[in-house]
């Protein structure tokens, strides 16, 4: 008895742990751009996104994907006492996973060429070396997908979590490093015989073109290096400390199925999984391709009008004509690392609903239903309404502490309207997830994929018309994403309510919300316009300027009249502040004052 109550309580400590690393893998992961992008600079940056843009899918498939298949088949063989058959479907996977990484690998180095020198995809062959550097990275990710899912079967989820933790700081460590040893490099090359990297250069502004693309290389390595260093921990772990199976547990298995046999079931399962993880996570690979080809066409049709848009942003910069492309590029995917920083902390709010959701649905319980909808989507809407309005409202000096003195500080111009875009645009992007996770619990799994191909095709629509105009250029590639998600969140959000009957106060999940939210933002702005004047200018190219202190401030005040708006607004009620750390005594003092009910 005594056992199973320690099992038990590993077992919440080690969902606990995995929830707590995922979410720091999270930040870290949108977060380490930003000192990247201040190394290499936009143009290296612009490399960077498209060699990472045709990443991403792959990843998604071999670390969310791949894992659950493993994961499922061991849960359901230690239930049953099949250990035996559990080490098979571990011997199984790492064959099937490994044949599955090397040939994702060279899948993606086969596509290298054609990806990034085609017209057809992105035309930009600087960023060749960058998608080569990247595409090992994918046998390493299918390597740990069949450690990961068989600790995750075995429910232990500490491998998992710090594979993840070793990968991410990996990757952020060894990418700045290893960029900022080819930046130095080239400098020091060019300084001694006028060539970088075997080019003959008569200008900073050629220095820094034929830099870009060996430093955007270099920092995507880092990936390569991330997943390489989570694997060595996983198998130094796997030898070391073993999978808790015993000798005696083994002797009292029955004889393990036929490993043909386990891995039609596991090839089996797999795919579909594999085949939803990549719909689900395909449109970024969308927008990379189909903006950067409108992009190309844009500026092929009349340079002369793009360059007079950006004049003094790309004179700054040394800009080439040739780099231009993969400048306004690098601007958007800069603007690209806050789009995901508020839907990233609401995110878990989805998979929290899944477990009340799925079994209030099972008895149709509809009261039980309607709580948890609603408590998902206004507080969502709390967080996102207000910190949205915030974050566009300070995108600019955001992004001046940011990269201010950095090789990214003529871009900021460029890139803060696309902040504030998806600043305004944070509802959208939060609820998405959270809305696909419930219907998910109530067993529609097939909504949000039907509705993201809409979506997806709308996307692609809008870039190839605006991106290719080319007075508007880069500026329309916000428009496409914005669409896809309106119309992703609206028809899953109405499939919802009419698949569980529930109707919503509107008044209190998004009114209230968004009263809160239009209020912190005037006090936001205002306060940041009032220390803009009062403080001293101070030096406009360094961080210790107006702007950085002016700034801080405003973030301090709207957090106050953030947390002021929603007890004034009664969006918050006893139940939601209880929830926080120390949140019982706090809501009996707030009770008491009759501020939540």
């Known amino acids: 008895m005594g056992k199973n109550k320690k099992q038990g309580q590993s077992l919440v400590s080690g969902a606990m742990f995995l929830m707590v690393t995922t979410v720091i893998v999270h930040i870290i992961g949108v977060l380490y751009k930003i000192p990247l992008t201040a190394t290499i600079g936009t ?41 035996r058959e559990v080490r098979e479907v571990r011997a199984v996977a790492r064959k099937i996973y490994l044949a599955t990484g090397l040939i994702g690998t060279a899948v993606l180095m086969g596509l290298a060429w054609p990806y990034t020198h085609l017209d057809f995809f992105i035309h930009t062959p600087e960023a060749f070396w960058s998608v080569m550097c990247i595409a090992p990275s994918i046998l390493f990710c299918c390597m740990m997908s069949s450690y990961r899912g068989y600790y995750e079967g075995l429910r232990n989820m500490a491998p998992t979590g710090y594979s993840q933790l070793l990968e991410t700081v990996g990757k952020l460590v060894f990418g700045l490093v290893l960029a900022k040893i080819v930046q130095k490099r080239g400098l020091a090359q060019f300084h001694t015989d006028g060539t970088v990297f075997g080019i003959p250069c008569h200008n900073m502004s050629e220095v820094s073109s034929a830099i870009a693309p060996y430093s955007s290389a270099a920092a995507i390595f880092g990936v390569t290096a991330g997943t390489i260093l989570g694997l060595i921990y996983l198998q130094i772990r796997h030898r070391t400390v073993g999978d808790g199976i015993t000798r005696e547990m083994l002797q009292g298995s029955p004889d393990p199925a036929s490993r043909k046999s386990l891995r039609k079931s596991l090839i089996n ?35 002369g009008v793009v360059k007079a848009m950006y004049s003094s942003q790309l004179a700054a910069s040394h800009i080439l004509d040739k780099d231009i492309k993969d400048f306004l590029y690098g601007c958007y995917g800069t603007a690209l690392d806050f789009r995901n920083i508020i839907p990233t902390v609401i995110m878990t709010l989805g998979v929290s609903a899944i477990p009340v959701l799925s079994g209030a649905w099972a008895v149709k319980d509809k009261k039980k239903m309607k709580g948890a909808i609603t408590s998902v989507l206004k507080t969502a809407n709390s967080i996102a309404i207000p910190a949205g309005i915030a974050m566009a409202i300070l995108a600019e000096p955001v992004l001046r502490i940011l990269y201010v003195g950095t090789n990214a500080e003529a871009s900021i111009t460029i890139s803060a309207p696309f902040v504030a875009i998806y600043g305004y645009a944070a509802i959208l992007l939060s609820i998405s997830t959270p809305i696909t996770n419930m219907l998910q619990a109530i067993g529609r799994a097939d909504v949000p994929v039907k509705a993201l191909l809409i979506g997806a095709t709308a996307k692609i629509i809008c870039n190839y018309t605006l991106v290719g105009i080319p007075a508007i250029n880069i500026k329309g590639a916000p428009i496409g994403t914005l669409v896809c998600y309106a119309y992703i969140v609206c028809h899953n959000l109405v499939v919802l309510l009419k698949e569980t009957r529930v109707r919503l106060n509107w008044v209190d999940i998004l009114i209230k919300p968004l009263g809160s939210g239009i209020v912190t933002g005037l006090a936001t702005w205002g306060t940041y316009a009032l220390f803009m004047h009062i403080l001293p200018e101070g030096n406009i190219h360094s961080r210790n300027a107006n702007f950085t202190w002016a700034a801080l401030i405003a973030m301090v005040i709207f957090l106050v009249v953030w947390f002021a708006t929603l007890l004034a607004f009664r969006v918050l009620n006893k139940n939601n502040i209880k929830n926080l750390p120390g949140g019982e005594k706090m809501s009996r003092k707030l009770e008491k004052r009759g501020l939540i009910h």
């Open 269 to 303: 399962f797999a795919i579909p999984v594999v085949v939803s993880s990549l719909v689900l996570n395909i449109t970024n690979l969308i927008d990379t391709w189909s903006i950067q080809n409108r992009l190309y066409s844009a500026i092929g049709k009349n340079i």
């Open 43 to 83: 143009v290296g940056r612009g490399y960077f996104t498209s060699a990472y843009e045709i990443y991403t899918p792959i990843y998604a498939i071999s670390m969310a994907g791949l894992p659950v298949a493993v994961s499922k088949m061991v849960s359901e063989r230690m239930a049953t006492g099949k250990y």
